[in-house]
Antibody, heavy 121, light 113 residues
């Protein structure tokens, strides 16, 4: 059974860089059949797509965050990562990693449990 | 970006009754070359991640009870729960994956009347 698990600091200071890792188990991140993405949800609010990546390195980012976001993949560790720079309180959210199908244009079928990241000094 | 608008924002339905949630996109999410609608529905229970229920507007994800059904095409879509069960209390989101950034509706909170 595929499982995804987010990890990283739960508290980040304003203007610093948020860094999260998603560890995939029960399947290979190197499968050409899947893309891997990040979605976030501010407390009590809706869902926002951050971006996605294929193990080949092809990535897609939400234009609203593109200047601050980098998503990367480490096939040797079966992980993919999110970096969000220059964070503010508006970046406080539960961050989810998720799997997509065989292109950027597929839904998210497996999700991690999510990790709350608070931006505060 | 494609804007997704759900209605209603909240809904209270009696156990065993039908629940209907609507989703409208600001432009078509239907791709004419393959006749597919790039629309998904998710269920999010309190404290849990979203769960994929329906994709391609009407295809039920494996393991999802058949009381959940999706319909619609182009810009107008509907999620129907034919006979509400207590475990269906959740927030439901539609999502378009026709273009990036994928965008979600604001959510519909479903409760028991």
């Amino acid at each position: 059974q595929l499982q995804l698990q987010e990890s990283g600091p739960g508290l980040v200071k304003p203007l610093e860089t948020l860094s999260l890792t998603c560890t995939v188990s029960g399947g290979s991140i190197s499968s050409s059949s899947y893309y891997w993405g990040w979605i976030r949800q501010p407390p009590g609010k809706g869902l926002e797509y951050i971006g996605s990546i294929h193990y080949s390195g092809s990535a897609d980012y939400n234009p609203s965050l593109r200047s601050r976001v980098t998503i990367s993949v480490d096939t040797s560790k079966n992980q993919f990562s999110l970096k969000l720079s220059s964070v503010t309180a508006a970046d406080t959210a539960v961050y989810y990693c998720a799997r997509q199908g065989s292109s950027f244009y597929t839904p998210h079928d497996y999700w991690g449990q999510g990790t709350l990241v608070t931006v505060s000094s | 970006d494609i804007v997704m608008t759900q209605s209603p924002d909240s809904l209270a339905v009696s156990l065993g009754e039908r629940a209907t949630i609507n989703c409208k996109s600001s432009r078509s999410v239907s791709y004419s070359s393959n006749n597919k609608n790039y629309l998904a529905w998710y269920q999010q229970k309190a404290g849990q991640p979203p769960k994929l229920l329906i994709y391609w507007a009407s295809t039920r994800e494996s393991g999802v009870p058949d009381r959940f059904s999706g319909s619609g095409s182009g810009t107008d879509f509907t999620l129907t729960i034919s006979s509400l069960q207590a475990e269906d209390v959740a927030v439901y989101y539609c999502q378009q994956y026709y273009s990036t950034p994928h965008t979600f509706g604001q959510g519909t909170k479903l409760e028991i009347k």
